[in-house]
């Protein structure tokens, strides 16, 4: 096999470190792994061939690539041992003066046409390549771990950055089978940028005491699809690596309320209540696997008998008003079709960014009988309901409520009052975090889309996803979020504001 680099140096042999070299060393290049710890560059070299030879044994690899790949691994003692390499990428610590000070002399050794990278997932490239004397052949090189599984590549474009570099690292990235995504260098660049919203949205909503982890965790993995939900993959990623990052592009965007931090994540992270690593994060783990809480036992038709249920009456405002009504029908319920709600019946109401108190006010509503459904997406593409209760919602009302939803044997999860329920709030961040990062140029729509789903195992793109919903539904769920909270972080980006108004796709390209 042929590569487009013939010799690499990898500096910093963590788990980062040791995904790239592997990478490296299967295009047929000569890699060199150095870390301060000489020891550790030679376990490195070992891990990396436990991983091949497991290849092996699944017959992924034959014996012949087995040796081949061997061969071109070699651990180095000297940093100096570096200096014919043709790519440098370096792996170390997330410390802006020690990757400069390691660039500083890596620049001394090496030809001037080598390339120089940087792996950092947090830190500004252009700041990095402050001390370069030649920061054209400089750029980022970030890749999300695990390596070899996880097949996107940010090749990140620092100010003085030349466009032949990043055509090499993208040219190199396809060589071992990953899709390269080139980013401007900016905060977070494209995936960890476009992250923010899943996490820190729903840290606000349990903040608020909306519902308790579990509950979320299910409720955006049964209606969205998400692979895991927000707090397991908080205790995946570990406290100790998601929060600094979230304090870390907070900080850098000068505190822009769309990114701020939770004070529950610092809590926990003083605590030392990190994640499934140390064995408790939001989850506990007893050898190695989350306890998952159960979930609530809902009254069901033993309790309360079909014809002792209510009458349900629909509001005329709600959202997808006729699936609802067919929903209910399909359901068996006794559904009134007056233009008001008799005194007898249970009001229901499917509000977009508004809590269910709030449309109460509106359409004046007896809030004692009134609950809210959550209806963004179609009920028929989703695994669970969501209802919403209010302030003065009676008790056998929520009890009616619970026995009509779940007489299907639908998953049913009942939370406290909440403008744009938990759904509603987390899907309409992440599209409008996506569509900040379209408006500031930092990528384009289709390669943001692709770089989410490769890198955060989203089922759909955060764009894709606003255009399933309706740029409108977004766009009505961000400003009523922003007139219920009156807080800036609702606030719509420009671009996903435009697209709404015109009826464009969000993956949209102008030209």
Not at 206 to 219: M, N, Q, W, Y
Not at 392 to 412: E, H, P, S, Y
Request: glycine share 6%; net charge neutral.
């Amino acid at each position: 096999m042929t590569t487009l680099f013939n010799t690499v140096g990898i500096v910093g042999t963590g788990a980062m470190g040791r995904g790239i070299a592997q990478l490296a060393a299967q295009t047929g290049a000569q890699v060199l792994l150095f870390d301060v710890n000489a020891q550790a560059a030679l376990e490195a070299k070992k891990s990396i061939e436990a991983q091949w030879q497991k290849l092996l044994s699944k017959e992924k690899i034959n014996l012949s690539q087995f040796n081949a790949y061997s061969a071109c691994l070699q651990p180095v003692t000297q940093l100096s041992e570096l200096q014919h390499c043709e790519l440098i990428v370096e792996a170390v610590v997330e410390l802006l003066n020690v990757k400069q000070e390691l660039f500083a002399q890596l620049e001394a050794l090496v030809s001037v046409d080598c390339v120089l990278t940087s792996n950092t997932s947090s830190l500004s490239i252009t700041s990095i390549a402050k001390v370069l004397k030649h920061p054209e052949r400089f750029a980022g090189f970030h890749f999300f771990n695990p390596v070899p599984l996880m097949k996107v590549v940010e090749v990140v474009r620092a100010l003085k950055s030349d466009a032949v570099v990043l055509e090499k690292l993208c040219a190199f990235t396809k060589a071992f089978g990953h899709t390269p995504i080139i980013a401007e260098d900016t905060p977070g660049f494209v995936v960890n940028h476009a992250g923010r919203a899943y996490g820190t949205e729903a840290l606000r909503v349990v903040s608020e005491g909306v519902s308790d982890f579990a509950t979320i965790d299910r409720i955006l993995k049964d209606q969205v699809g998400f692979k895991l939900g927000p707090f397991e993959l908080f205790d995946l990623t570990a406290l100790d690596v998601s929060h600094p990052v979230m304090e870390s592009i907070y900080n850098q965007y000068y505190q822009e309320p769309r990114y701020r931090p939770n004070y529950i994540t610092a809590q926990r992270l003083a605590a030392g209540v990190v994640g499934k690593k140390v064995g408790e994060g939001f989850y506990k783990y007893k050898e190695g696997v989350c306890v998952i809480p159960d979930e609530d036992v809902h009254p069901s038709l033993q309790d309360i008998p079909l014809e002792s249920l209510p009458p349900v009456w629909i509001s005329a405002r709600a959202a997808r008003r006729a699936p609802l009504f067919q929903m209910l029908k399909d359901l068996g319920v006794n559904i009134e079709t007056a233009s008001q709600p008799s005194p007898n019946a249970l009001c229901l109401v499917a509000p977009l960014g508004f809590d269910v108190t709030t449309a109460c006010i509106l359409e004046r509503l007896d809030p004692a009988r009134t609950i809210g459904i959550d209806m963004l997406f179609d009920d028929q593409e989703t695994k669970r309901r969501v209802i919403a209760t209010n302030p003065a919602l009676r008790q056998d009302i929520k009890k009616a409520a619970q026995v009509i939803f779940t007489l299907d044997g639908k998953a049913l999860s009942v939370i406290r009052d909440s403008g744009g329920f938990v759904t509603q709030r987390v899907v309409a961040c992440i599209v409008n975090i996506a569509s900040d990062i379209c408006q500031q140029q930092i990528c384009t729509p289709q390669d943001l889309d692709l770089a989410v789903k490769l890198g955060l195992g989203y089922p759909k793109g955060p764009l894709g996803l606003g255009n399933h919903l309706g740029a409108e539904n977004i766009l009505e769920v961000l400003f009523n979020l922003q007139t219920v909270y009156a807080d800036p972080r609702y606030r719509p980006s420009p671009w996903l504001r435009r697209r709404g108004a015109l009826g464009l796709s969000l993956l949209h390209v102008e030209a």
